[in-house]
């Protein structure tokens, strides 16, 4: 199988495409391109490097809140943000002042959840996964690219094994779909064998849990990993899903009773039964998502990715209605709180609801790369990105639908 060409999309995987078209690059601004530089020149380490990079810890910064952010969410009242060089800080007062917590890598961070106060996983490049038990002040080290090579080559490994034995005792009738499947396994076995010989290269982009015991994280070529146990384990999790092409999964969120999981080239799934199934769910565009925000106590469901492409859905995403902009952008993160839905972009601009998510006023536009944000308990906008974590004012102007 001809290698894959390593394509992040904005900010956490390093090269965005068009829609229908995945060798055309997206133009970008010059911080813009500053940035991918940046994470490809991360993502193409060498196996040695990665190793280092997985083992030596974060180095205390002064300027820490001002380097490349990629995430930020609550841990209660706290915030917390990651970014690059392993970089995790903690806001006690609103985001006004920032600390640098303590991390075991120096790996670039692109995702972070807290399903409690205290408990939390944070994501990022060469297949790493960290947690804090202690609301986000200190971190270790759960999951390495090295080691989901080699739970993967395993898990293959085991399913060869049972197929093969399924194959000598089986009818002539099922032999020709065991047959398949033994195929299909092997190939991936061969494409996973050539992974671990490349090393920890790998990132992962998304972090989702539903307690302080189970949950997933999902990254690049279908990367999909599953605990029940707080992390002390981790099982490959792409058997109970269809990705053959492999494409990234970016974002993962809780919608209503149901999870759904998207990705790039319009990947979209839905699990309903807490991520044991999933299911291919009509797209409603081609192109990359990267983000997905439930809104309204789980009512409605924001999908937002390239070309300020923005759907709202209603059913979990049974059906889903756009939301059309007159300034469209590449929507790269997004929070929604008490029904007020705060949406950053790759081109600086950044819009907020208040109805959550039937019409954006515009907050600001500026030429800063943003790359998440979220909403305080006091009402301010918390952005991160290029610049570090930044707040900023109530809205100025609207942003109105097309007609």
Known sequence: MPARKYRPGPFR????????DHMKQ????????????????????????????????????RLAAQSLLLDVTHAGERLVAVGERGHILYSDDQGQMWQQAETPAIVTLTAVYFPTPDHGWAVGHDGLVLHSSDGGMHWQKQLDGFKANQLVVQRLNNSIESLQQKLTNAGPERRNALQKQLEAQQFRLEDAEIAAEEGATKPFLDVW??????????????????????????????????????????????SGSSLLL?????????????????????????????????????DTTLLYGLRGNLYSSADQGDSWEKVPLEAPATLTGGNCRDNIVVLASSSGLVLKSTDGGDSFKQLSQDRTPYSAATLT????????????AQAIPTPTSEVKAKP
Do not use: M
């Open 26 to 61: 997206q133009q970008r601004s010059f911080p813009l391109l500053r940035l991918l530089v940046l994470l490809l020149s991360l993502a193409t380490a060498s196996v040695e490097a990665n190793k280092d990079f997985l083992e030596q810890p974060s180095i205390p910064s």
């Open 209 to 254: 849990f539903a307690s302080e015991r189970e949950g997933f994280v999902v990254g690049a070529y279908g990367l999909f990993f599953h605990t029940k146990d707080g992390g002390d384990t981790w099982k490959p999790w792409f058997e109970h899903i269809d990705n053959d092409f492999g494409y990234h999964y970016n974002a993962i969120s809780q």
């Open 13 to 20: 995987d390093p090269v965005s495409y068009y829609p229908g």
């Open 262 to 298: 998207a990705g790039e080239a319009g990947t979209l799934y839905r699990s309903r039964d807490a991520g044991h199934s999933w299911e291919t769910l009509d797209s409603p565009y081609e192109g990359s998502w990267f983000g997905l925000t439930d809104c309204t106590g789980g």
């Open 377 to 388: 308990d006091n009402g301010r906008v918390i952005l991160v990105g290029l610049n570090g």
